[in-house]
């Protein structure tokens, strides 16, 4: 998506899907910039920085962390390291990113300043401080502050690894669950002073088996709609999916759904001209349709809500667990 992008701007990219051949790459290339993630396998994106700038060859090449951490220490950390500015991936387009890269070439300073303070106006997530603050009194002679205890419940193992590290980083003691059953089961067990919890989650204690609400699901890239229709069916979704839009218009025609997710770009019949023949035939023009696209051109939002879709989401800014919440604004289960 992000090169393809970048291509069209006319820029020459090369991508590396870990830290390990990014190094590599990096100094084979000597490219005039570098995106650089922190989370990446085989290498994080630290420990990539810093043989960047312990290598004569490569130490002057112009790195920029691409992130969705966004915490002080994290911001702090990359500066610290070598960086020569901080993004916060979550808050921009693909378009967006590549005139973050022209400002760039431009001389201009662009994303996140040291010490955490953002130049864009959306904000990064804030650490536990916010909600709770801890007791910095002395508990039974000892001289360690009381440990604030955090219950963290939700089902995206990712999410939980990167949370977690991250209040056990700051001084917070904290356990998981991973569906809202065992949460409420630890929290009558144990005491704890937050629970922090995710609202679409798997098996909860005293819930009624929910109406099975059926999402037609028209994608052409199978890891997509492999992530969202496995998302969609723990949260007690019925999905059936379609390659293209002449295929989805078909089972359209054939099932009855409570919502359609599709691309705009697809083969056989793209989402523009599916979205028109679904609101021109009286069996499905009142289904909601949500769109998901790459494209961040407001002519291209504004032609797919001209043609009926009542939502436009980005796919490099929407998780399943988000994509979830926002059908749910439109069906009742």
Excluded: H
């Excluded at 994106?45 to 312990?54: D, F, H, S, W």
């Excluded at 431009?106 to 401080?129: H, M, S």
């Amino acid at each position: 998506m992000y090169k393809l992008k970048f291509e069209q701007a006319g820029y020459q990219v090369i991508v590396a899907e870990d830290g390990l051949s990014g190094l590599e790459l990096a100094r084979k290339e000597l490219p005039d910039l570098i995106l650089l993630d922190l989370i990446l396998p085989e290498m994080d994106g630290y420990q990539v920085l810093g043989e960047l700038k312990k290598d004569d060859r490569t130490k002057k090449i112009k790195v920029y962390i691409i992130s969705n951490l966004g915490q002080n220490d994290e911001i702090n950390k990359s500066f610290n390291s070598g960086a020569n500015g901080y993004l916060i991936k979550a808050n921009l387009t693909p378009s967006q990113l590549i005139e973050k890269v022209n400002q760039i070439f431009n001389g201009q300073e662009v994303g996140v300043k040291r010490a955490g303070v953002v130049v864009n106006k959306k904000q990064a997530i804030k650490p536990a401080e916010t909600l709770v603050k801890k007791d910095q009194s002395a508990q039974f002679g000892s001289s360690e502050p009381a440990r604030i205890k955090i219950l963290l419940i939700e089902d995206e193992e990712v999410i939980v690894n990167m949370y977690k590290l991250r209040f056990a980083k700051a001084g917070y003691e904290v356990e998981t669950a991973l569906n809202g059953a065992w949460g409420l089961k630890i929290a009558s067990q144990k005491p704890f002073d937050i629970i922090i919890m995710d609202m679409v989650m798997p098996a909860m204690f005293g819930s009624s088996e929910p109406a099975k609400i059926k999402i037609l699901l028209i994608e052409d890239e199978e890891v997509i709609v492999n992530m969202y229709k496995l998302r969609f069916i723990k949260a007690g979704y019925e999905v059936e999916t379609a390659r293209n839009g002449a295929w989805g218009l078909k089972l359209a025609n054939q099932k009855p759904f409570d919502i359609i997710i599709m691309d705009m770009v697809m083969p056989a019949m793209d989402g523009y001209e599916a979205i028109k023949r679904l609101k021109s035939d009286d069996k499905t023009k009142n289904i909601p349709v949500i769109v998901i696209s790459n494209s961040a051109q407001d002519a291209d939002i504004e032609r797919a809500k001209q043609c009926g879709a009542v939502n436009y989401l980005l796919k490099s800014q929407i998780t399943p667990a988000r994509l979830v919440k926002e059908v749910e604004k439109f069906v009742k289960k």
